[in-house]
């Protein structure tokens, strides 16, 4: 009676580790793996958008530095009726 318990039990103990415990590890270790990609990407781009900003920065500083203010003038817009 015992050996049949105990064959039961491990029966049991099998199929909980290998079609439930060991799933759900793959799945978690599968999600975290995407979750620090999606993560990196999100920081590269982030980066790149630094990036460009600062260079846009740049080239607008150097094309405002390189006009030279040429007496008075005043900004103005037309209107129209």
């Given at each position: ?13 099998y199929k909980l580790i ?46 405002s530095a390189a006009k ?14």
């Open positions: 009676m015992q050996y049949i318990l105990y064959a039961l039990l491990a029966w049991f103990l290998f079609g439930f415990i060991i799933p759900v590890y793959r799945a978690s270790r599968q999600m975290r793996k995407q979750f620090r990609e999606v993560q990196e990407r999100m920081q590269q781009q982030f980066q790149q958008q630094q990036q460009q900003q600062a260079s846009a920065q740049s080239r607008q500083q150097s094309s030279a203010p040429a007496g008075d003038y005043i900004d103005f817009e037309e209107i129209k009726e």
